[in-house]
């Protein structure tokens, strides 16, 4: 049974801004896409961390090319985008921008174009049923080198313009230890000054400083995980300056990065060192799916690991709508939500409280 320490980040309203699609595959979708694809001989270990696991990154990506061969049609996607939406609905999510690779499968033709328009129709779909308010951002696979970077932002553009506000920016993803990030400058500078707002996976592993250098040359709207930033873990004060000076949001994933082994465990996650700085910090699920979290456990991480109060929980939670990619209106809209809720947030509700009065 869940206890009220549990109810309170759940009903706690929530803004997701760093989710990969695929990888937020949860345990019953995954079993739906195995059972469909026996001959793949999938077991559900190769898809996901359980609990108390923990992986090398080159295992982490191993499982995405595993994923992505279970969600190979219009079919999967259309399941897996509608499930996703609704997951992080029922845990509590009021805005969710989500972020998916364009993919060209060979049954299926041009398997970019189709993807982006399956998953816009799919939350689309979604709009009328669950009252959370979604945004796409088109993502880059480093991995797969400038021509294609070049080519998805363009489709980026693209979308941005016809797609009634729903795509609204980039990602760059992918394997930080594969590919040079200034063979994608050009992709990157040409996405920012159409318009779109640029979330780009930063610092992820401790040989990135140079690329870091370049890409704050940019700069990002906001950074994904930036775990080697600061200088205490082989970053440099310029860089944190860097970042501080643009007041560049921070998403950080603490079960990503604990299972991925990127930090070595929950105390010594990079959170503590920004958040005592004062700096937009935004917790994130990730890849909700291949971690096994959410995105009420990672607030609940953060609170016991680092003795956050449940104002201070409430706090973070509202501050993250100051990060988001949606124009000013979806801003205003989402602080007046969180305003109606707070009554119904167990613990939070004391109308004496002085913060609050
Ligand atoms: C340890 C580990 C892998 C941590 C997660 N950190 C990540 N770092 C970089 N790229 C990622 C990460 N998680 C997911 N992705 C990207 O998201 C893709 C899966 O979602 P999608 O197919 O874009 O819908 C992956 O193939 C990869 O390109
Ligand atoms: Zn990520």
């Not at 693209?158 to 063979?183: A, E, I, K, N, Q």
């Not at 909700?288 to 690991?305: H, I, R």
């Amino acid at each position: 049974m869940e206890d009220e320490n549990e109810a309170f980040y759940r009903d706690l309203p929530k803004v997701e801004l760093h989710a990969h699609l695929n990888g937020s595959v949860s345990v019953p979708t995954m079993e739906r896409l195995i059972a469909r694809k026996p001959h793949l001989n999938v077991q559900h270990s190769m898809t996901a961390i359980h609990k108390g696991q923990r992986r090398t990154l080159d295992e982490c990506f191993h499982m995405f090319r595993i994923i992505h061969q279970l969600i190979d049609s219009e079919e999967d996607l259309f399941m897996v985008t509608k499930d996703v939406v609704k997951e992080y609905a029922l845990d509590g999510v009021k805005y969710l921008e989500l972020r998916s690779t364009p993919r060209e499968e060979k049954h299926t033709g041009p398997y970019w174009v189709m993807l982006i328009w399956s998953i816009l129709a799919a939350i689309c779909y979604r709009t009328a049923e669950v009252l959370l308010e979604k945004r796409f951002l088109v993502a880059i696979d480093r991995r797969n080198g400038p021509e294609v970077a070049m080519e998805t932002v363009k489709m980026a553009e693209d979308f941005m313009l016809s797609s009634d506000g729903l795509v609204v920016g980039l990602d760059l993803s992918g394997d930080p230890t594969v590919g040079h990030c200034r063979d994608l400058m050009p992709a990157l500078q040409k996405a920012r000054s159409a318009g779109l707002k640029l979330a780009l996976h930063l610092s992820e592993v401790p040989t990135q400083r140079e690329e870091t250098e370049l890409l704050l040359t940019l700069p990002p709207d906001r950074i994904g995980h930036g775990t080697f930033l600061h200088p205490e873990v082989g970053g440099s004060q310029a860089l944190v300056d860097a970042v501080r000076q643009g007041n560049i949001p921070l998403e950080l994933c603490l079960t990503s990065n604990v299972k991925g082994q990127t930090v070595p465990s929950y105390e010594k996650h990079h959170f503590q060192y920004w958040y005592r700085l004062g700096h937009p910090c935004v917790l994130c699920a990730d890849d909700k799916g291949v971690f096994g979290t959410d995105l009420s456990q990672e607030y609940q991480l953060a609170a016991s690991t680092f003795g956050l109060s449940q104002e201070a929980v409430w706090t973070l939670s509202e501050q993250a709508i100051g990060c988001i990619f949606a124009p000013e209106s979806v801003k205003q809209e989402l602080k007046q939500k969180w305003a109606d809720l707070r009554p119904f947030v167990n613990g939070v509700s004391n109308a004496e409280d002085p913060l609050f009065v």
